[in-house]
């Protein structure tokens, strides 16, 4: 089943490169025996089913995330079942793929309103009262 990572964008199975290896940490003979861990690689750089400028996006989005071949990897160990982990791990795929692919909507600066500045005003002059009432007392000896 493709990857739908965007409207009119889907990846086939064909391009995701899925293993199973063994899973760590506790769990016994299970663990020991069972290839229940899965890894799925996609490679970001030599993908036809991309248009060239979602392969740019993704490549500078995930920067981190790209190794050096131009491939995204995604692990799933959660389950007991290779299946389930193969489904989590798809699903970790397409929802990191989608993510990187939304377009950024840029921050509209806006000013603080009237109202904002007169409580802040209104708590600095409180809070400047309350200091200046722990001075000394005029006409007090000491």
């Known amino acids: 089943m493709p990857l739908a990572i965007a409207?009119?964008?889907?990846?086939?199975?064909?391009?995701?490169?899925?293993?199973a290896s063994r899973s760590g940490g506790p769990g016994g003979q299970h663990v020991n025996k069972t290839?229940?861990?899965?890894?799925?690689?996609?490679?970001?750089?030599?993908?036809?089913?991309?248009?060239p400028e979602h392969r740019a996006t993704l490549m500078t989005r995930l920067g981190?995330?790209?190794?050096?071949?131009?491939?995204?990897?995604?692990?799933?160990?959660?389950?007991?079942?290779q299946?389930?982990?193969?489904?989590t791990a798809l699903a970790?795929?397409?929802?990191?793929?989608?993510?990187?692919?939304?377009?950024?909507?840029p921050r509209v600066a806006t000013r603080v309103p009237r109202g904002s500045r007169a409580v802040r005003r209104q708590s600095k002059r409180k809070r400047s009262e309350i200091k200046r009432g722990r001075g000394r007392v005029a006409g007090e000896d000491a």
């Open 7 to 19: 409207p009119g964008i889907e990846i086939p199975d064909e391009e995701l490169i899925v293993t």
């Open 35 to 51: 290839n229940s861990r899965v890894t799925v690689r996609f490679v970001v750089a030599d993908s036809p089913s991309l248009p």
């Open 64 to 81: 981190r995330r790209i190794a050096a071949d131009g491939s995204v990897r995604v692990v799933a160990q959660d389950s007991r079942s």
């Open 83 to 87: 299946h389930a982990n193969r489904r």
């Open 92 to 105: 970790r795929l397409e929802a990191m793929l989608a993510a990187a692919l939304e377009p950024v909507v």
